[in-house]
């Protein structure tokens, strides 16, 4: 028995093949009706769609067999996909490539075989379109022909699977950045409207430098949370709606500073001071817009489950090679369900605050995805109406 070769690309195909997301999948109905169609046309009682990865020969598709999978050694598709057109064996018995191996010399017999390389548009050979007999025998000009357009047929399907996966993801993704929008603008916006509540019920008890500051505030918060929405909206949209993660050097303490001043009347609405220590002017490897949502959401959420009057802890972390943040609050904690809950997508569930605060559920779920994207890493310990510790570690840049 001679064990077929490897295609010359064979890296690529293989990341090709994992790229379609079909290995493994359940039978689908029109995969199903191209062997149906090519058995009939080509009278032959096995006829299958395989597909082949590093060890074995996958059928996506089988009319006459009842088994899903063989061993890519013993596989005459292994050689097909290595051809530029039909491959054939006529009789296996007189072929010494196939004489011997367990599928001529065992169940299912194979005697003829005819293979039709699956191509993909980028010149990937993915598996075959194949028609099996357990006696020697060959095809017409026309089977052979109709084998060929079935194949390509079978092709088409694959990338119509594969169009509609993206699609999918497409939707999803654009659903997950309107909740992302949302989520970080919610806290800037409750300040600003505690703000102007305040200058809508008082200003005429306030002197008018009073009156001007308040405008000032008001004007910065605004400009801040403006600021804010582009930066989301421009990193939402990019690369067509997927997320980008630019690495750079960002200073950690700036970054501290600008959420705070973002936060300012959300902190002053529940009178709740925040507290800051650990090592000065770190800078860490992160991108500006994942960093400065994952504090936010990280300060966000402790102001949210903090009982009014009480502090949030912000400590800066640092060892040889990493930096970070840890956020610390005297709030209502977690339970260790809860926290399972945040390293598990789409797990969460929003919680009202202590002041009956509104959420999305996404907060800290986003948290550890930014951490991942940037290499790092999230922890949190928490025990129940005592307060939670969420804490991030990201490289440190190297200056």
């Known amino acids: 028995m001679k064990i077929a070769q490897l295609a010359k690309d064979e890296p690529l195909r293989l990341k090709a093949l994992e790229s379609y997301n079909i290995m493994d999948t359940d039978f689908e109905a029109a995969y199903d009706e191209l062997v149906d169609l090519a058995s009939y046309i080509c009278k032959t009682p096995i006829t299958l769609i395989s597909l082949i990865d590093t060890t074995r020969q996958w059928f996506k598709a089988a009319k006459g067999l009842n088994v899903r999978e063989t061993s890519r050694d013993v596989a005459f598709c292994s050689h097909a996909i290595i051809q530029d057109d039909i491959f054939i064996v006529p009789n296996s018995d007189e072929d010494e490539r196939f004489a011997d191996n367990p599928l001529v010399t065992d169940a299912p017999f194979v005697k003829f075989y005819a293979g039709v390389p699956l191509v993909t548009k980028d010149g990937f050979s993915l598996g075959t379109l194949c028609a099996i007999d357990n006696k020697p025998r060959q095809l017409d000009p026309e089977q052979i022909e109709a084998l060929k357009k079935l194949a390509r047929q079978a ?29 970080d603008l919610r806290s800037p916006f409750s300040g600003l409207l505690t703000l102007t509540e305040i200058l809508k019920d008082s200003w005429k008890e306030f002197e008018e430098q009073k009156v001007a500051q308040f405008l000032n505030e008001l004007h910065k918060a605004s400009s801040n949370t403006f600021s804010l929405l582009n930066n989301l909206l421009a990193w939402s949209v990019a690369d067509g709606g997927h997320m980008e993660c630019t690495i750079e050097p960002l200073s950690l303490d700036k970054a501290i500073e600008t959420v705070v001043l973002e936060l300012f009347y959300v902190l002053k609405a529940k009178s709740i001071s925040v507290q800051l220590s650990g090592p000065k002017n770190l800078v860490l490897m992160a991108d500006s817009n994942m960093l400065h949502s994952l504090i936010q959401n990280l300060l966000s959420n402790a102001i949210k489950f903090s009982d009014a009057g009480s502090i949030v802890y912000l400590k800066t972390l640092e060892n040889h090679l990493e930096g970070g943040l840890e956020v610390e609050d005297q709030g209502k904690g977690m339970t260790q369900e809860k926290i399972n809950a945040v390293f598990t997508p789409g797990a969460m569930r929003s919680e009202n605050g202590t002041k009956g605060e ?13 951490t991942q994207y940037m290499k790092g890493k999230l922890e949190i310990t928490s025990t129940v109406e005592a307060g939670t510790t969420i804490g991030f570690l990201l490289a440190k840049a190297l200056i």
């Open 155 to 183: 092709v088409r399907l694959l990338e119509l699977r594969l169009a509609e996966q993206k699609m999918t993801k497409l939707i999803e993704g654009k659903e997950k950045y309107i909740s992302i929008l949302a989520h």
């Open 358 to 370: 509104k959420g999305t559920g996404l907060g800290l779920a986003l948290c550890n995805q930014f």
